[in-house]
């Protein structure tokens, strides 16, 4: 099934402001949130719809790239977060929801804490301080651009410590409940208002919302829960990027402290300058030196693409700056089956050097009323005049 308009989901037109986007996002989010809406499925697909709209619409590069391309422009420089939970949802939004009252969660916010979700070790877990992302500049060459390409990408990272598996501690006792936020990892602060009552929450400061407090630390990463370490990513580049797209790699980039959650590896793509070739969006420009007789009588060349060479026709009379289309020898377009094409723009070579007998022969070739511009039609008067100035 075909994917809805994002402004259609939102209710919004093209030109809607970040805070339009933002204010009516906030009214579907309420609209179809599943504690008002227990049981209708249509409602929390909805809910989802909204939140993967609102997350494309609010990034001005991705809304940029939608924008120009539609769906298939996000496949390449974003990966969609994959909410498997409402939670998961409002913890990614959080921003939208956080400040004039409202906390961290939406259930708290709305139902005062009764969503029924309690408290386990993996939702604690979640409140640890998230790893970092890391960032590299890849250079690809053009021919690489052109057919996609495998790198592996060395990269020294945070990663979990393999002694105490994350926890930070030398042992399963080698930690205690913390005492200021009994366990929770966050710290609750419940405040009424004529509007109702609304809970704010935060991670605990005391144990950095682990939950924990280490009171054996970890020999060998001495309480971090993580190690730095050497590491090889394969990244996979599709045909058809383009000089500052990216690529995220999900739980690549640094690992957080304390059995916190990996960050993400972000591939910035950078476009390497090429010996030959000029990219203009998704064509290709080569700048073909011709001789004088070859223009003039005609031929047949050998030319580069970024697909191996290509023989070209070059028809009696070629001007200078004439073009030659090589049809979808360009850059193909990413995710699709087009690609553009390879302009063969003719420059007529002029030589730096001649001998004597070159320059006698080119003097008795100027005599000739079709080659001096002062003997031929006035329609051809453009024409030979470059050809002398050229030569002469």
Not at 212 to 230: F, H, L, M, V
Request: contains cysteine; aromatic residues 8%.
């Amino acid at each position: 099934m075909a994917k809805r308009d994002y402004y259609e989901i939102l209710s919004v037109n093209k030109n809607a402001t970040v805070d339009e986007i933002k204010s009516s996002y906030r009214k579907m989010a309420m609209q179809h949130h599943p504690d008002k809406n227990p049981d209708n499925k249509e409602a929390e697909e909805k809910f989802k719809e909204a939140a993967e709209a609102y997350e494309v619409l609010s990034d001005p590069d991705k809304r940029r790239r939608y924008d120009q391309f539609g769906h298939d422009g996000l496949r390449v420089g974003q990966d969609f977060h994959q909410y498997q939970g409402f939670d998961d949802i409002f913890s990614h939004f959080s921003d939208i929801f956080s400040g004039g009252g409202f906390g961290g969660s939406i259930f708290d916010s709305f139902f005062g804490g009764g969503s029924g979700r309690g408290q386990s070790g993996s939702s604690r877990r979640t409140m640890a301080e998230r790893g970092t992302d890391l960032k590299i500049r890849l250079g690809l060459t053009l021919e690489e651009i052109a057919t996609g390409a495998e790198k592996t990408i060395k990269i020294k990272r945070w990663v979990v410590c393999s002694s105490c598996r994350g926890t930070g501690a030398n042992s399963s006792t080698g930690y205690n409940k913390c005492p200021s936020c009994k366990g929770a990892g966050e710290i609750r602060q419940v405040s009424r208002s004529v509007f109702g009552q609304f809970v704010n929450i935060s991670a605990c400061t005391h144990c950095g919302g682990s939950g924990q407090i280490i009171t054996d630390p970890c020999t060998q990463c001495k309480g971090e829960g993580r190690a730095q370490a050497d590491d090889t990513v394969k990244v996979n580049i599709p045909a058809g990027v383009e000089n500052g797209n990216y690529m995220p790699v999900r739980d690549k980039g640094n690992a957080g402290r304390r059995g916190g959650d990996y960050g993400d590896l972000i591939v910035v793509i950078e476009e390497k300058k090429h010996q030959h070739f000029e990219r203009h969006n998704n064509d290709i420009v080569y700048r073909l030196p011709v001789s004088f007789p070859d223009a003039a009588l005609g031929t047949k060349l050998d030319v580069p693409t970024l697909y191996g060479e290509e023989s070209i026709k070059i028809e009696p009379g070629t001007q200078p700056g004439d073009i030659i289309k090589l049809k979808e020898k360009g850059i193909p377009y990413i995710n699709t089956h087009r690609k553009g094409d390879q302009l063969v723009v003719i420059n007529i070579h002029v030589p730096h050097n001649l001998s004597n007998e070159d320059k006698q022969l080119l003097k008795k070739l100027s005599e000739s009323p079709n080659i001096n511009p002062k003997k031929s039609k006035e329609k051809d008067k453009d024409f030979f005049e470059k050809v002398k100035e050229a030569f002469f």
